[in-house]
């Protein structure tokens, strides 16, 4: 593994205890044709063989390898269109799981030619073992809970959604009082209202009369007449005295920071 000019082609590393690998440490092996690297301890290729592109023969067998990652399957594809690459990876504990779909597929799919493969023991999702002798219908399996998993997490998380609409709905409907005045509020720091200082000077009325629509005679014939004409207050009537045309959130707004105090009919309609 040490010069530029290597002619190694042979690599026999079994039986070594090797838990994992370098990425370059078959770096600069540009001849190589047999790495063995069964019986040890490996739990993935984390090493790069894309630079020894005469490779034809990896023993993987009797480690712990679950799969491979989709770099690694791409890495092998390659080696495989310029030398006929085999591997064998048998008494690897290989996870036949929806994790796992692609590399078993790829497994179907690739030009590189696997030793034993139906002898392959793989570990399903409940502890027990296969074999890969029927590889096809074990990934048409997986694809089946795949699809089953996929309709219960989309199932979930609708019905999360609408647990979380119903109850923003619950607390929006519970607060709608508070939430509408702050509502008020905010729209109205967009208008050209400046709050008046009760130290400096006049309201523009006396009192804003805030009711329902129910009481509107009560309002005009008493409220008025009372405080009006004979008691010479100035009062705010949203029929009389809001603007046409600006917003009613607006008007309310202004007609009680313009007022000195407001004054609430409170009746069973109010609400």
């Given at each position: 593994?040490?010069?530029?000019?290597?002619?190694?082609?042979?690599?026999?590393?079994?039986?070594?205890?090797?838990?994992?690998?370098?990425?370059?440490?078959?770096?600069?092996?540009?001849?190589?044709?047999?790495?063995?690297?069964?019986?040890?301890?490996?739990?993935?290729?984390?090493?790069?063989?894309?630079?020894?592109?005469?490779?034809?023969?990896?023993?993987?067998?009797?480690?712990?390898?679950?799969?491979?990652?989709?770099?690694?399957?791409?890495?092998?594809?390659?080696?495989?269109?310029?030398s006929n690459l085999t591997i064998d990876m048998y008494n690897n504990p290989l996870s036949?799981?929806?994790?796992?779909?692609?590399?078993?597929?790829?497994?179907?799919?690739?030009?590189?030619?696997?030793?034993?493969?139906?002898?392959?023991?793989?570990?399903?999702?409940?502890?027990?073992?296969?074999?890969?002798?029927?590889?096809?219908?074990?990934?048409?399996?997986?694809?089946?809970?795949?699809?089953?998993?996929?309709?219960?997490?989309?199932?979930?998380?609708?019905?999360?959604?609408?647990?979380?609409?119903?109850?923003?709905?619950?607390?929006?409907?519970?607060?709608?009082?508070?939430?509408?005045?702050?509502?008020?509020?905010?729209?109205?720091?967009?208008?050209?209202?400046?709050?008046?200082?009760?130290?400096?000077?006049?309201?523009?009325?006396?009192?804003?009369?805030?009711?329902?629509?129910?009481?509107?005679?009560?309002?005009?014939?008493?409220?008025?007449?009372?405080?009006?004409?004979?008691?010479?207050?100035?009062?705010?009537?949203?029929?009389?005295?809001?603007?046409?045309?600006?917003?009613?959130?607006?008007?309310?707004?202004?007609?009680?920071?313009?007022?000195?105090?407001?004054?609430?009919?409170?009746?069973?309609?109010f609400f």
């Amino acid at each position: 593994m040490i010069t530029n000019k290597s002619v190694l082609e042979h690599v026999d590393l079994s039986q070594n205890f090797i838990n994992k690998l370098k990425v370059g440490f078959f770096y600069e092996q540009p001849n190589l044709k047999h790495i063995i690297l069964r019986r040890n301890g490996l739990r993935e290729v984390a090493f790069d063989l894309s630079r020894s592109p005469n490779l034809r023969f990896l023993d993987l067998s009797n480690n712990l390898i679950t799969s491979l990652k989709e770099r690694t399957m791409a890495m092998f594809d390659n080696i495989a269109k310029i030398s006929n690459l085999t591997i064998d990876m048998y008494n690897n504990p290989l996870s036949c799981n929806c994790g796992t779909l692609p590399f078993l597929i790829w497994m179907t799919k690739t030009r590189v030619r696997f030793i034993h493969l139906r002898q392959y023991r793989c570990v399903l999702d409940d502890g027990s073992e296969v074999t890969l002798n029927t590889l096809k219908e074990i990934i048409h399996q997986q694809q089946k809970d795949y699809v089953s998993y996929s309709d219960i997490l989309i199932g979930s998380t609708i019905s999360a959604f609408t647990v979380i609409v119903l109850l923003l709905s619950a607390l929006v409907y519970k607060y709608r009082w508070k939430l509408r005045y702050m509502c008020y509020l905010t729209k109205s720091k967009h208008y050209s209202y400046k709050a008046s200082n009760d130290d400096v000077v006049d309201y523009s009325y006396h009192s804003f009369i805030s009711y329902s629509d129910n009481d509107r005679s009560f309002v005009i014939k008493d409220c008025i007449t009372n405080l009006e004409k004979d008691g010479e207050f100035k009062l705010c009537v949203h029929q009389r005295d809001f603007l046409p045309g600006q917003d009613i959130s607006v008007n309310i707004t202004n007609a009680i920071h313009e007022s000195r105090k407001t004054i609430c009919i409170i009746t069973k309609t109010f609400f």
